[in-house]
């Protein structure tokens, strides 16, 4: 029996032991590359980029493919991930109660607005929209739900760095930046928007477009989530509420999930 088992585990350095599922291991190797390759890729694509060969990847895509983590393009023969990845995700984390919780708070703030709105939670060294409402007026400006977000150079990034622990914040900003004059403006960048309770900033992807965003607390006090708004001025008219309006909208919003989720009144400091 222990020869069985010791067959199945690698030794780390200092006497660990490892166990080894190389199946399960390639499988999540296709669906991390498979992540940044929206136009997909074939079966020997992926071998090349694993550096494994094509029947050890064939037999794990067909597995995969049939379980419908993944999905063939008919015309090109390119696998892509499916929202079956997304599905989980969602249900095995916190995020479908937040965005759950959430959901009533951001239809009120749009339709107030006029202005989209999305939920932005921390995924270890990037962020993840998990919810989104989008404007109800004609003409609007979404974030996709999935979409990741760059946490040194976004707004919603920012809020979710200035609010978690110090030691966590800086070492995930020495790797996203290194160790230079970036990693020093970064953190300066930080203790000001946790002064101040919120970030506004323009948008790093879409220029005309000014983001907002507040934090949004859980019932243990730590953060929970950046609620954010790209703001997009209008000129037909239909503008509901100015930058500084709807930035008090998007506070009292951030306040009133902080609230639902149990969170005391008083975690984010004052404006």
């Given at each position: 029996?222990?020869?069985?088992?010791?067959?199945?585990?690698?030794?780390?350095?200092?006497?660990?032991?490892?166990?080894?599922?190389?199946?399960?291991?390639?499988?999540?190797?296709?669906?991390?590359?498979?992540?940044?390759?929206?136009?997909?890729?074939?079966?020997?694509?992926i071998a090349a980029r694993l550096g494994r060969s094509i029947s050890e990847?064939?037999?794990?895509?067909?597995?995969?493919?049939?379980?419908?983590?993944?999905?063939?393009?008919?015309?090109?023969?390119?696998?892509?991930?499916?929202?079956?990845?997304?599905?989980?995700?969602?249900?095995?984390?916190?995020?479908?109660?937040?965005?759950?919780?959430?959901?009533?708070?951001?239809?009120?703030?749009?339709?107030?607005?006029?202005?989209?709105?999305?939920?932005?939670?921390?995924?270890?060294?990037?962020?993840?929209?998990?919810?989104?409402?989008?404007?109800?007026?004609?003409?609007?400006?979404?974030?996709?739900?999935?979409?990741?977000?760059?946490?040194?150079?976004?707004?919603?990034?920012?809020?979710?760095?200035a609010f978690a622990p110090a030691e966590r914040r800086q070492q995930i900003?020495?790797?996203?930046?290194?160790?230079?004059?970036?990693?020093?403006?970064?953190?300066?960048?930080?203790?000001?928007?946790?002064?101040?309770?919120?970030?506004?900033?323009?948008?790093?992807?879409?220029?005309?477009?000014?983001?907002?965003?507040?934090?949004?607390?859980?019932?243990?006090?730590?953060?929970?989530?950046?609620?954010?708004?790209?703001?997009?001025?209008?000129?037909?008219?239909?503008?509901?509420?100015?930058?500084?309006?709807?930035?008090?909208?998007?506070?009292?919003?951030?306040?009133?999930?902080?609230?639902?989720?149990?969170?005391?009144?008083?975690?984010?400091?004052?404006?």
């Amino acid at each position: 029996m222990a020869k069985t088992e010791q067959a199945g585990t690698d030794q780390r350095e200092g006497g660990g032991r490892s166990y080894s599922a190389p199946a399960l291991e390639k499988g999540f190797d296709i669906l991390e590359l498979l992540a940044d390759e929206q136009g997909g890729l074939t079966i020997s694509e992926i071998a090349a980029r694993l550096g494994r060969s094509i029947s050890e990847v064939f037999r794990v895509i067909i597995v995969m493919e049939r379980r419908l983590w993944l999905r063939k393009n008919p015309g090109n023969d390119r696998y892509s991930v499916t929202y079956r990845a997304l599905d989980v995700a969602f249900r095995a984390t916190p995020a479908q109660t937040l965005s759950q919780a959430a959901a009533p708070v951001m239809f009120d703030l749009a339709a107030a607005t006029n202005q989209s709105c999305h939920l932005v939670v921390r995924a270890q060294d990037r962020g993840i929209v998990v919810h989104r409402q989008e404007s109800p007026a004609a003409v609007g400006f979404a974030i996709r739900l999935g979409t990741s977000v760059d946490l040194a150079v976004s707004c919603s990034g920012h809020v979710l760095l200035a609010f978690a622990p110090a030691e966590r914040r800086q070492q995930i900003l020495i790797g996203l930046l290194g160790s230079g004059p970036a990693l020093r403006s970064a953190l300066k960048r930080l203790d000001t928007v946790r002064a101040q309770g919120f970030e506004m900033q323009p948008s790093a992807r879409t220029n005309g477009v000014t983001d907002l965003s507040y934090p949004v607390f859980g019932f243990d006090g730590q953060l929970a989530a950046a609620m954010t708004i790209p703001f997009l001025a209008m000129i037909d008219g239909s503008q509901l509420t100015d930058l500084e309006q709807t930035g008090q909208a998007l506070r009292d919003a951030a306040a009133r999930l902080t609230a639902e989720l149990g969170g005391p009144p008083d975690t984010a400091p004052d404006a």
